[in-house]
């Protein structure tokens, strides 16, 4: 399995590029920012995209989003509950960063469902509480959690549409069950694993 970690923009968002080494055939998760970043990795790596994913609907995670979208022609899945999110302009307006207009993305995912990469699968886990449409994909032994957990961190709750409860709940009953040796790959910051966190994160405690 290829995983490409590229961190873009002015809050250093984690954009990752995952791909099955054989076929060639991968996804992009959170374009936040730097299109030519990411599409040039695309390319050195000679990667077929089909599928965009975003772990939320925040502009540190969208930003690039509709020029690596044009440039590829792969479609957009984002969950249902955050449709809303990708509208609101708050973000962008306590950020600076400019808030694209999307369109409605083509795929809209629900708890349960597979993206599919290849021979790679990864399960969509609605993870709620850093917005309401937040999800993490779980598959092959990694989880790539978007700003739901992070390395002895977890998720902002204070923004529109956050809950501190309902995060808290996502990752104690959907993520800390996951075996102890999965390698987290976050929205930002360094890699880690559930049982690092699970050991030593100390707003789990």
Do not use: M, N
């Given at each position: 399995m290829i995983v490409e970690k590229l961190v873009v923009g002015p809050l250093a968002c984690n954009c990752y590029i995952v791909a099955d080494e054989k076929t060639k055939e991968g996804v992009i998760i959170d374009p936040g920012d730097e299109a030519e970043k990411i599409l040039g990795r695309v390319k050195s790596l000679g990667l077929d995209i089909k599928l965009i994913v975003l772990s939320h609907g925040h502009v540190d995670h969208t930003a690039a989003l509709n020029e690596v979208k044009e440039a590829i022609g792969a479609e957009v899945a984002v969950h249902a509950d955050d449709r809303a999110t990708l509208k609101d302009d708050f973000l962008s307006l306590f950020t600076g960063i400019k808030q694209p207009v999307i369109a409605p993305p083509q795929r809209l995912l629900k708890d349960?469902?597979?993206?599919?990469?290849?021979?790679?699968?990864?399960?969509?886990?609605?993870?709620?509480?850093?917005?309401?449409?937040?999800?993490?994909?779980?598959?092959?032994?990694?989880?790539?959690?978007?700003?739901?957990?992070?390395?002895y961190g977890i998720g902002r709750a204070d923004l529109p549409g956050g809950d501190a409860g309902r995060l808290l709940d996502s990752i104690k009953c959907r993520l800390l069950s996951l075996p102890d040796k999965t390698m987290v790959y976050p929205g930002h910051g360094p890699d880690t694993t559930i049982g690092t966190e699970r050991r030593g994160n100390p707003f789990l405690f």
């Open positions: 349960g469902d597979e993206i599919r990469a290849g021979g790679l699968s990864f399960k969509v886990l609605h993870t709620p509480g850093h917005t309401p449409g937040g999800i993490c994909l779980y598959g092959e032994g990694v989880l790539f959690s978007g700003d739901t957990l992070f390395s």
